[in-house]
């Protein structure tokens, strides 16, 4: 990385590691400017990658680093931050009773990964360094400042009101995530049970929820249903591979519980659960919001929002319509902790330095490296325009797709031209067949890129929000011309996600825009990010030439090269070819191991224990049939036994009676047997007396 090498002395290190996603590092210059900002996943090619960041800390010249501010407290100073500024009076839904509020530690590998970092370390919070990351770079001397995530290891919030006066940043008070529920956890639930990948698909909820219809009735149901589930999160995702160096951590969804739990919202269509999801989401944060400002005085004109629920740009548009002037940090998520880190500590140790006075293009990470050598190395033939950007306008003009990357990568999570696709904004259905080629499954439409002369006709209400239309953060309702000439580029509500290039942010874009509107008369191209389904974006001129490569674009601006497909298609199908799956990579997994290998086998379990239940239940029915069969048999059997004891005894008595006729009948016999024999004694007497007188 060039950029490492010329940076100054006495620049300050901000480093991101939560141990679960979007590892990140940033550099502020002795003057408060941003110098440098990556996240970790755009050099590794591993999505939200959540490593510790060794491959960018191990390029970096430590002896001009004069500090290093880490975007975490130690465990027992957020501790007492929860004590000192826990607001128990949140209009907001309460988890069950804790008597312990101590935020979750790190797994000790954190503190060993921190301790081994050279130079002095700066210790600062969470969600301070997400409205840090907001603040210092809106532009404003004064604001409100929210935070809201689902919260992080060693903090004490899931959401927080700060005011930012002058250089000061000051926490006014915070939600305890152990005493309330986030918002964050019931739109990860809904995007799991809508078979989306939570953490990192929210954005497809977001689209999908302008497609259904709901009732106040609905809602009211679904909330009723889906805060306990949204409590017991634990049973549905569970994060895997925290805190190890070789595999990035991974969020794992129990397959079983999702399908079961979808079965209790089968009253619902996708997307009226997703509209559900939105509505709930919006009407909480806003009655916090709303609470916070009360909090803070209540007089405040300017707001900044930063923290992962405000990648929600349907949300930030409801948000900041409540104030005069809004802006939403650009890397909102948890890669921004490194820039607000790096903010803290700059100021902590360069007070009069001021990270205000610079206005950021967000430009802020690795450039291409060597496209010439990498066009070379592949044989491709290409071209060197001496006007390039008339070039680009030209085939866009003409309905052609061009890829770009050229300069230095954009810091967060939206593509703002430096590594963009570009696209005529005339096709309607342009959100199937190129987000096909992409290999994406979106709901929501690409965005528009303008000019700031055509967003003044072309949007509505947008005044006070021109530094959250830079960065793309924030949706905004469209004119009825700006559905007729761009379609593509209007949701279904009639809303846009714009980003308004100035020629002071990026000429070479600025004059892409004015040279297409001059050629074709519409105000907007379409632009989204250039990567594949679940790639990071591109970032080097290597990445982008797979990139190429693998969506069958019409031609890549590379730098000031630029490259046609047609001509090229051989040396590009066969690039495309050679690339290994995404799941074969270092860092990514087939399937997850360790914890999340046993939830991800989980569901197989449950489905064979489940079977295994049905037939325990059949068999038990049966049991139970037969067990009633035998006890009737036994029932009627045993009756037989008494019959037949009966009968028994009878004949048992009859039997006794019949040996006594017996016994009487011998006696009578033997009586008339001794008459017999006297009779027949005196017969012979008297014969023997015949005999002796004759």
């Excluded at 199937?432 to 965005?447: I, S, V, Y």
Aim: net charge negative.
């Amino acid at each position: 990385m060039k950029e490492l090498s010329r940076i100054p002395p006495g620049t300050t290190l901000g480093l991101n590691y939560t141990c679960m996603h979007d590892s990140s590092v940033a550099l502020v210059g002795p003057s408060g400017e941003p110098l440098f900002a990556c996240a970790l996943e755009r050099v590794t090619r591993t999505k939200q990658d959540g490593r510790w960041p060794a491959e960018i800390l191990d390029q970096m010249p430590w002896d001009r680093i004069d500090r290093i501010s880490i975007g975490s407290l130690n465990l027992e100073d957020s501790a007492r931050l929860g004590e000192a500024f826990a607001n128990r009076d949140w209009p907001a839904r309460r988890k069950r009773e804790r008597e312990d509020l101590t935020p979750f530690p790190y797994p000790s590998q954190w503190t060993e990964l921190i301790s081994s970092l050279p130079g002095e370390r700066l210790h600062f919070d969470h969600h301070q360094s997400h409205a840090a990351s907001a603040y210092y770079s809106s532009g404003f001397d004064q604001a409100l400042v929210f935070t809201c995530d689902a919260g992080a290891y060693q903090c004490p919030w899931n959401f927080a009101v700060y005011r930012g006066d002058g250089d000061a940043l000051e926490l006014i008070a915070g939600a305890h995530f152990l005493e309330f529920m986030t918002p964050a956890h019931l739109y990860t639930l809904v995007t799991a049970l809508l078979g989306h990948r939570p953490n990192r698909h929210e954005g497809k909820v977001t689209g999908l929820s302008a497609r259904g219809l709901v009732t106040a009735e609905d809602v009211a149901v679904f909330e009723e249903m889906a805060w306990p589930m949204a409590e017991d999160l634990g049973k549905l995702v569970v994060w895997d591979m925290c805190a190890d160096l070789e595999h990035a951590p991974t969020c794992v969804v129990n397959e079983a519980t999702r399908q079961a739990w979808r079965g209790e919202f089968s009253r619902f269509s996708d997307e009226q659960l997703a509209a559900c999801a939105q509505r709930v989401l919006e009407s909480y944060v806003l009655a916090m919001v709303e609470h916070g400002a009360e909090i803070a005085g209540g007089s405040a004109q300017n707001v900044c929002l930063a923290g992962g629920v405000f990648a929600n740009v349907l949300l930030n548009q409801k948000v900041l319509s409540r104030f005069e002037r809004g802006f939403v940090a650009p890397a909102m998520t948890d890669d921004g902790i490194a820039l607000g880190a790096a903010f803290l500590g700059h100021l902590e140790k360069r007070p009069a330095e001021s990270p205000r006075r610079h206005r950021s293009t967000m430009y802020l990470g690795p450039d291409t490296g060597h496209p010439a050598q990498a066009l070379e190395d592949l044989g491709l033939a290409y071209e060197r325009p001496e006007r390039l950007a008339v070039c680009v306008a030209e085939a866009l003009a003409e309905g052609r797709i061009v890829a770009v990357a050229r300069g230095r990568m954009e810091f967060g999570p939206r593509a703002l031209g430096h590594r963009s696709v570009l696209a005529p904004a005339t096709d309607a259905s342009i959100n199937d067949w190129l987000n096909k080629k992409l290999q994406r499954t979106e709901f929501m439409p690409f965005a528009p890129m303008m000019l700031p002369e055509d967003a003044e006709e072309q949007l509505r209400d947008w005044r006070g929000q021109e530094g959250a239309l830079r960065y793309m953060t924030v949706t905004v309702d469209c004119a009825a011309e700006m559905s007729s000439l761009c379609p593509a580029v209007v949701h279904i509500d009639g809303s846009a996600r714009p980003q308004v290039v100035s020629p002071e942010d990026d000429p070479f874009t600025a004059e892409v825009l004015a040279e297409y509107r001059r050629l074709s008369g519409r105000p907007a191209l379409v632009n989204t990010s250039f990567n594949v389904h679940e790639e990071p974006i591109t970032c080097s001129a290597e990445n982008a030439l797979v990139g190429f490569a693998q969506t069958g674009l019409d031609h890549l601006c590379l730098d000031e090269f630029f490259v046609s497909r047609q001509g090229n298609e051989a040396i590009l199908d066969q690039l495309a070819a050679n690339q290994p799956k995404r799941v074969d990579r270092p860092g990514n997994l087939r399937t997850p191991i360790a914890l999340g290998r046993w939830i991800d086998r989980l569901g197989t379990h449950n489905a064979i224990l489940s079977a295994q239940e049905r037939h325990w239940r059949v068999t038990q029915e049966q049991t139970e049939l037969a067990k009633q069969e035998a006890e009737r048999e036994k029932q009627e059997a045993q009756q037989s036994v008494a019959g037949l004891r009966s009968e028994l005894h009878a004949m048992v008595g009859m039997r006794e009676e019949m040996d006594r006729t017996i016994t009487t009948l011998k006696a009578d016999l033997q009586g008339i047997k001794g008459k017999l024999d006297g009779v027949e004694s005196r017969w012979w007497v008297r014969v023997g007396r015949k005999f002796r007188i004759m």
